[in-house]
């Protein structure tokens, strides 16, 4: 396909004469051959296209002449220089030859070229005071929006498409806060400010107390349905029990005896060992009596290994129970390690209270566990209030004390609400 036509002339502009080459267009004139290619497609109607070729009249060498071309077309205007960076590279790594053909004679002859890359003309139809605004709006992009602008631009299709799906989790998330609001605004005007607060206070209380205290069922309807038992002893560890709490259930009185010579046990424990007989079931309060038996031991270690409970006898089932919920991995030493922190002992005294329930007919003697467990009296009574127990003092008697006033908790329904501490101080009346 070669077509020819005559460009638009005017002062200090050359008459050219266009040809089609494939993608590229040839200009010839008497002085001047160029190629010229356009970056964003083909020319399909040359005839309509206009070129101007403009010469930098300092310059005296041809070689280093600099020339700026332009071409207008019916939607774009396009430009074109030779003194570009680009333009200077690529005209250093190849030459470009025109070749005219004389179809009188056949032959051919042979010019050196140039070569101009038309790059489009995008006209901002902005005003001043626009493009100041935007320039100042740039200046105020934080890190993130540059990086992501950068991306856009340049970025790989997989950093384009994270960058796609966080705009659209947080266009997500900017709208179900919008929703969120919306529905609160609604509660508070339907329930009120002060309900909603104290409901707020409450949950927040219960919450801060979730983290160690067993499941609760405030609505239940019997003692037994407040803390599940396979809820403090899920059936799979409850029947790995059955061989290591034998030696509870058969146990006599001498041995009973010996134990308490020997002191392997703790008070509340060889307490209930010696009513085990009176139990209406004895192989499960012989169980739980064993886990509550090994908790108050875990309780007095500081760094917990896996051999350690090996050595209670404790079966694999009830050693990874032990270190998974009642354990925190802690780095020291250069090595990690599995300890007990202060709030895992919250949580195996409040596990303990709350077997002990089911094991001592939901009466509790607070004062042996406190013992046993190595914990303050306050602190006690504290966890106690917490699994909504009543508290009460009980006289004890025994072959060394005439008597000795024990704490007693006691589950009962419905269950014991305790306001929480604070509020005004009286003054003390001298």
């Not at 705009?167 to 609001?181: C, F, T």
Request: aromatic share 6%.
């Amino acid at each position: 396909m070669r077509r020819y036509c005559r460009a638009v002339t005017s002062r200090g502009r050359s008459a050219l004469q266009t040809r089609v080459e494939r993608r590229a267009v040839v200009l010839l004139d008497g002085s001047v051959r160029s190629i010229v290619q356009f970056s964003n497609g083909t020319v399909q109607t040359p005839e309509n296209v206009c070129f101007t070729l403009y010469n930098n009249k300092a310059a005296t060498a041809p070689t280093k002449s600099q020339r700026i071309l332009t071409a207008q077309t019916e939607r774009l205007s396009y430009i074109g220089k030779n003194f570009t960076p680009e333009a200077l590279k690529s005209s250093s790594l190849c030459r470009y030859f025109v070749g005219v053909l004389n179809k009188e004679t056949g032959k051919m002859q042979v010019y050196d070229a140039e070569h101009f890359s038309m790059q489009p003309i995008l006209e901002d139809s902005r005003s001043e005071d626009q493009q100041a605004e935007e320039t100042r709006d740039q200046s105020r992009l934080t890190y993130r929006d540059k990086v992501d602008a950068l991306i856009e631009a340049f970025g790989t299709n997989k950093q384009k498409r994270a960058l796609s799906s966080r705009k659209l989790n947080q266009v997500g998330s900017e709208i179900l806060s919008k929703e969120m609001a919306k529905a609160a605004e609604v509660i508070i005007e339907s329930r009120g400010t002060t309900e909603l607060v104290q409901e707020a206070v409450v949950k927040i209380e219960e919450e801060s107390y979730s983290l160690y205290l067993p499941l609760c069922n405030a609505q239940a309807d019997k003692l037994e349905d407040v803390y599940k038992f396979d809820d403090l002893i899920p059936p799979p560890e409850y029947a790995a029990l059955e061989n290591v709490a034998a030696a509870f259930k058969d146990i006599t009185a001498d041995e009973i005896q010996t134990k308490i010579e020997k002191k392997e046990h703790g008070s509340y424990v060889l307490h209930e060992l010696g009513e085990l007989k009176l139990a209406k079931d004895i192989d499960r309060q012989a169980r739980a009596l064993w886990f509550v038996d090994t908790l108050i031991k875990l309780s007095k270690l500081k760094t917990v290994k896996r051999k350690d409970l090996a050595a209670m006898g404790c079966p694999s089932i009830i050693i990874a129970n032990l270190m998974k919920n009642f354990t925190v991995s802690t780095f020291k030493n250069e090595r990690v390690q599995n300890s007990i922190s202060a709030t895992m002992k919250c949580k195996i005294v409040s596990q303990v209270l709350a077997l002990a329930l089911h094991i001592s007919d939901f009466q509790v003697d607070l004062t042996l566990l406190q013992r046993d467990l190595k914990l303050t009296e306050d602190r006690m009574v504290e966890i106690a209030k917490a699994l909504r127990m009543k508290i009460n003092k009980r006289m004890m008697f025994s072959d060394l004390n005439l008597g000795e006033g024990h704490k007693m908790g006691t589950l009962e329904l419905p269950l014991v609400v305790y306001k929480p501490m604070g509020g005004k101080r009286t003054r003390r009346k001298l």
